[in-house]
């Protein structure tokens, strides 16, 4: 069974601090992995994607991707009101299936 | 351009009723998706089409659920004889191939009474 865990939280940080969501997944042989971010009762929006280990960045969302751990993690800097929302990981094993991770709700506090 | 719409955006039924749900994707995309989403959980899968035809639908949970794509666009989720347990968010995607980017619908709410 391939699996992609995340803490459900809620995970609480301050306005302007860095938040820090992390993401194991079970199926050593996945390729790409993806960040998407969910408001409330909205659907799925891709945030960052990463395929290589390392970092990524793109403006104030970092993604990390270490294999040999099997863990894949998104760091947002500066952290505002509106990043308040559920971040999904999800992962694409070797062909077009996505196995999702269940959410980590993020708020972030004035 | 549009992105991926789905219709209606709410439907209430009541149990042992037939529905559809509509799934239109972007225009020229090849790969269509389906996802069931229930609360606090992440989006589980269903179906994926790759043109016309459905290439996996081993997430379709029994054979109350089909879906068809029948000109390789617009998509229609049918469920028979619906359960309480089938209430939840139905999600539709699209990419423009297998391992590209899926953008999502804004789903469809299905509550059955």
């Known amino acids: 069974q391939k699996e992609v865990e995340q803490n459900s939280g809620p995970l609480s940080v301050p306005e302007g601090a860095i938040a820090s969501l992390n993401c194991t997944y079970s199926?050593?042989?996945?390729?790409?992995f993806f960040w998407y971010r969910q408001y409330s009762g909205k659907s799925p929006e891709l945030i960052m994607s990463i395929y290589s280990n390392g970092d990524k960045e793109d403006g104030r969302f970092t993604a990390q991707l270490n294999k040999a751990s099997q863990y894949v993690s998104l760091l947002i800097r500066d952290s505002q009101p509106s990043d308040s929302a559920t971040y999904l990981c999800?992962?694409?094993?070797?062909?077009?299936?996505?196995?999702w991770g269940a959410g980590t709700k993020l708020i972030i506090k004035p | 351009g549009a992105g991926v719409s789905q219709t209606p955006s709410n439907k209430v039924t009541e149990k042992g009723k037939y529905v559809e749900l509509r799934c239109d994707p972007i225009s020229g995309h090849t790969a269509l998706y389906w996802y069931r989403q229930s609360l606090g959980q992440g989006p589980e899968f269903l179906i994926y089409f790759q043109g016309t035809g459905a290439a996996d639908d081993s997430g379709l949970p029994n054979d109350r659920f089909f879906a068809v794509r029948p000109e390789g666009s617009v998509s229609t989720l049918k469920i028979q004889r619906t359960e309480r347990g089938d209430s939840a968010v139905y999600l539709c995607a699209s990419a423009s191939g297998s391992t590209d980017t899926q953008y999502f619908g804004p789903g469809t709410r299905l509550t059955v009474l």
């Open positions: 199926d050593r042989g996945s390729q790409s």
């Open positions: 999800a992962v694409r094993p070797s062909n077009y299936q996505l196995i």
